[in-house]
């Protein structure tokens, strides 16, 4: 009875709990615009290859480290592909930034000859990628200039079958197996002998540190110590070591660095 007697609590409004709406829209339009995002890159991926720009090797540094193990599946919780398009768009920017800083500067005959051949690297420690033309006079090194040149100075596809390129320190003079060498200038011939890519070789020291080389060949008539004169026949044409033919493999060197050839050959002629 005394229960009842108690005056009841007043009745409490009702609170409208306010809930968010959440709706669908936001996720498919992030995705929609990561795959925008990676046709992009995928594009210039593409172009790059058939381009040969330098910026594809970072594409594929960037995409192995978006693509290390703990990351289980491509698309797993949208992070995978969000990462890897972020990291190329960032490779992609600097990549534009250092091919326009090349356009500023202007390409030299180097550089131009790196991109051709899809080559980034700089020229070996021992060259340099301009020409040298000696003090004293040169005489041609084949018997009656009767050669082609088939292979000049600087970065090549491997011509033995390889996939890769290499650095080319002279010039190749296609001619006649047999056809007389000749001694481009006075001299002492430094090195006489056999090495595993230049086959049968010479090198002779000149005057003010200057040197020539001359490789491939089928016979040595000169040995290490003896001088030479512009214009004694050294050997002859041959393709030893690694030739695809019989050919002259011409070198000049200044201080003990290889220099391209094609400006004293041409003045020797």
């Not at 009702?14 to 992009?40: F, M």
């Not at 690297?121 to 004293?136: I, T």
Request: glycine residues 10%; contains cysteine; hydrophobic residues 40%.
């Amino acid at each position: 009875m005394w229960e009842n007697a108690a005056p009841a609590p007043p009745p409490q409004p009702a609170v409208a709990r306010r809930t968010r709406r959440t709706t669908g829209s936001e996720e498919p339009l992030v995705l929609w615009v990561q795959i925008l995002l990676c046709t992009a890159v995928v594009a210039v991926a593409f172009a790059a290859h058939t381009l040969h720009w330098p910026l594809l090797s970072t594409f594929r540094e960037v995409f192995a480290r978006a693509m290390q193990p703990e990351q289980t599946f491509f698309l797993s919780e949208q992070r995978n592909l969000a990462k890897f398009t972020e990291q190329a768009t960032d490779a992609v920017a600097r990549a534009a930034g250092r091919l326009w800083s090349g356009m500023e500067t202007g390409a030299t005959p180097e550089t131009a000859r790196r991109v051709s051949h899809g080559k980034g690297e700089s020229v070996p420690a021992n060259a340099r990628a301009e020409s040298y033309l000696p003090s004293f006079s040169l005489t041609f090194p084949l018997v009656g200039h009767a050669c082609t040149r088939t292979s000049g100075y600087g970065w090549r596809t491997d011509p033995m079958g390889g996939q890769g390129t290499d650095f080319h320190l002279g010039n190749d003079l296609a001619a006649a197996q047999g056809t007389e060498i000749l001694a481009a200038a006075d001299g002492v011939v430094r090195y006489a002998g056999v090495h595993s890519s230049y086959g049968n070789y010479l090198r002779i020291l000149h005057a003010d540190g200057d040197e020539t080389l001359y490789a491939h060949m089928q016979y040595l008539f000169v040995r290490t110590g003896q001088a030479v004169t512009a214009g004694q026949v050294l050997g002859t044409v041959g393709e030893t070591g690694n030739a695809t033919g019989p050919h002259l493999h011409f070198e000049i060197l200044h201080k003990g660095l290889r220099y391209d050839p094609s400006e004293a050959l041409q003045s020797a002629a």
